[in-house]
DNA sequence: CGCGGTGTTGAAAATTGTCAATAATTGTGG
DNA sequence: CCACAATTATTGACAATTTTCAACACCGCG
């Protein structure tokens, strides 16, 4: 689906005039700040029912401002199963959220003939404070907390048992790769209620999985000591990990 | 459970000489811009296994940055539920993601005995840029929207059907209704199908739920013409709403 | 050594998914 | 404008998965 582009009179309202002012744009602010604000808009489309907000037509950087409408965005998994993680209807901001941080297989698509405003985040960092490495590295924590935190939780909806401890253990496992420890033997500082508790089963699920994975050479485990066998697998049954970057 | 402050040799390290710090500050800084770094730890902490860390005794707004350990952060709802909604360990920057969001009734508690550098984003303000009404703006922003995708998802793993459906009613009732709209009398601009892949259930699962709020007159619907007729009982199915700020 | 928290396992019950049939609605082209 | 096709939605019967309830084993700590 592709996205049509005209410039019709209510498309060029000044931000302080809009309707949805309120809910995209703080209060409180004095008149030069007011003028500032107006600059940063940099178009505003319409976009049909059906079709996709393609981010990467605006910049790699931009904060889209839904005037009028209403859409859904969708992540496409590695196995070609989409899911919906979210809504967004008049007045709501998007791209700083999930859909921002998973790169490249996301869609913003139109449920309904829609308006939206276009910002590009260089235009935020010129009106908010100067291009700084500390506070474009505070808004990096910003995105890779969220990107963690998210990637295993948004999926666990659809997930069946199997496929949330199998991600929980590669989750768990990439983690501590990246930290400089072994992914491959790990001591569970956790116990099995926390880990049911965080996967939404009961933890009488999560030891019956993980003794399944233990009859099928999976893993090794004895109290708390993990070793992982067979990552491959494990990836498998994981839905080879969109959760690990 | 509480938690004892210590003040010993290895708390005293600067960040500029922290085995820590490629994971949790910024590349390519010049000596300036370290020596301001080495500023922003107010102070670190020693955190006993099973004691909390409590956010407001650092002031309303910090970010901690984990040394050494391992923490959980648990979220309780209304009813007494708790739910672990994630994991902590070394590297890791605690306070910027969902805990932060859903106020004052998590609780981030160590798994075994830790050790946490605090940041109060008073001192990262002053030291990334200006205190600056936009930026600040810029920051809520992030926080709302990942408050708003995150709380319905947060807890999905952990429920059933109907409370998916409800909570799923609810909000969008919440968000119609913020935005000037009629909370009551909602046209869904989604498929059965968009709302089951959300909600991580099939979309005969979705049928099926919504055909039984509808016999027991908790809901009207026709098509997509959706009337709420008992929010009471939609809440209580819900769990009282952790989700509708 | 015993007790409480943790972990495992079994069997029955409840929930959800799968497969299939059918209805209703929207879109399309003649 | 109608007819037909495609999509969306509902419902039933059965299968698969997960929960619930229960019993029991194990470690760790006083």
Redesign the pocket.
């Known amino acids: 689906m592709d996205m049509r582009i005209k410039t019709s009179s209510d498309l060029n309202i000044a931000c302080s005039k809009c309707l949805q002012y309120s809910q995209c744009m703080p209060q409180g602010l004095n008149d030069y700040e007011k003028q500032r604000i107006d600059t940063l808009v940099s178009q505003r489309v319409r976009i049909k029912k059906d079709s996709d907000l393609h981010r990467l037509n605006y910049g790699e950087k931009a904060l889209f401002i839904l005037r009028a409408g209403f859409f859904k965005t969708v992540i496409s998994q590695h196995d070609g199963r989409d899911q919906v993680v979210g809504f967004h209807m008049s007045g709501d901001s998007i791209g700083l959220g999930v859909e921002q941080n998973i790169e490249n297989n996301s869609k913003i698509t139109a449920l309904e003939d829609s308006v939206v405003c276009i910002v590009p985040f260089t235009k935020i960092e010129e009106v908010a404070n100067p291009s700084n490495l500390l506070h474009s590295h505070v808004r990096h924590l910003f995105r890779t907390e969220i990107k963690r935190e998210n990637s295993v939780m948004l999926f666990l909806g659809s997930m ?3 496929e949330r401890v199998a991600t929980f253990l590669l989750n768990l496992s990439a983690n501590h790769e990246s930290r400089g420890f072994s992914g491959t033997n790990i001591n569970l500082k956790m ?3 926390d880990i049911a508790s965080y996967l ?9 999985t ?2 399944k994975f233990i009859k099928g050479n999976l893993i090794n ?1 004895n ?2 000591f993990l070793k992982i066998l067979n990552f491959k697998a494990l990836h498998s049954i994981a839905n080879d990990g969109i959760l690990v970057s």
Chains 1, 2 share one sequence.
């Open positions: 069946n048992s199997e116990s099995r209620y939404g089963i009961k933890h009488e699920t999560v030891s019956r993980l003794a485990l109290l708390r």
